[in-house]
């Protein structure tokens, strides 16, 4: 199927728009919205939701939700970010026949510290690809979404689109998971052919991810009997050493070869060396591909705990598990509009190849909440999650130009 002539007429315009791609893209990375920034966030929820509007969109700004307090970085100074969608309504009287309705997600946050030194968009000397906090994931694909939206209204192509914005994302979605479900089902309810489209980048040779792990959070909290390590040492009950012993068998839980992964991080105690330890904390995160999976490994993670507490009552050990982000597999939903992606992709002269990863994202959620969804329709680039972030700066027109075309396949109007 070739490009028709209205969608050449957008991926044309889409083009014209390569340098205001880059501009914004500039813009957008340079406003700080790593560590829960209240003012980065805010200024750059603002910033979107008023170009929203200006297509036309109704703003509801839908309040966080809490999050488990022992999750480690809990909301980091006290915001809870709100959930930004603007809805576009189609439909009713005009006597056009809308396509169904898509739901547009993009995440406002990243992963970078806003006091680092890595704060600004940096080109390469050869023009191609460009370094930055979140420049790829995922201000790139922020700012491709807009640019598409825009295009398509200036060439009168009529899509049915709301379009989801979270703060949280890179720290498990728990202040925004509600609203995610919430949409995903109003769109449903809107029309049983709604699908989701999640902003997250590529892989550097534009591969759509087609199927997710799932993934979890957990925290091991240890309680001893703390004790002045010269004089009555003996009467102490250390909560590091039992932590200790605790991780070494926590640490032979990964099957690799079933899709099972446990990774532990942060880990926490008293700060004196001369006080037998009565608090420790460790805190990590699993990876998994079926329910039956991640309860196996919530029930091993409760046994390990068990075996290490102590039969009179100290050392003691809790676990605490969240797992909020099911696995994604592959549905005829999600096949059929990974089909069309990449028929529009082949049709744009792109290569459309389709992965699998363990990473995870809103677009789990979404699915999970009954919504098809594909969630690498962003920019490609890699370095996620470093100071090496980067973006393939051609993909901005590219990836916008395959993001257009199809919005108009799936959502637009006769």
Known sequence: MALGEREIRVCEAIERRARELLSDLRLHVGIPTGGNNKAGLDESRERLTGRMKALGAEIELVPGAAKPSWLYGGSEGGYVPPVAV???????????????PILLAGHLDTVHDPASAFRELTIASDGRTATGPGCV???????????ALEALEEAGERVNWSFLLNSDEETGSYHSEAALRAEA?????????????ALEPAAADGSLVVERAGSGQFMVEVFGKSAHVGRDFASGVSAVTALAR???????LPAPERQLIVNVGPIESNRATNVVPDRARAWGNVRFQTWDGAKELEEKLRAIAARHSGASGLPRLVVHTSFNRP??????????????????????????????????CDGNILQDAGLPCIDTVGVRGGGLHTPQEWIELPSLVERCQLLAVLMMRIGGGQ
């Open 86 to 100: 603007g809805r576009v309504k189609r439909g009713g009287g005009g006597g056009g026949v809308w396509g169904r």
């Open 137 to 147: 994931d995922m201000k790139g694909g922020l700012v491709i979404a807009m640019a």
């Open 185 to 197: 089902q109003r769109v449903l309810a809107q029309d049983a052919g709604a699908i989701g489209l």
């Open 246 to 252: 605790c991780l070494v068998e926590i640490a032979g």
């Open 327 to 360: 696995a994604k597999p592959m549905i005829e939903g999600t096949r059929s509009l990974a089909a069309a992606a990449r028929s529009a992709a082949e049709d744009l002269g792109q290569r459309l190849p389709f992965g699998k990863t363990a990473g995870v």
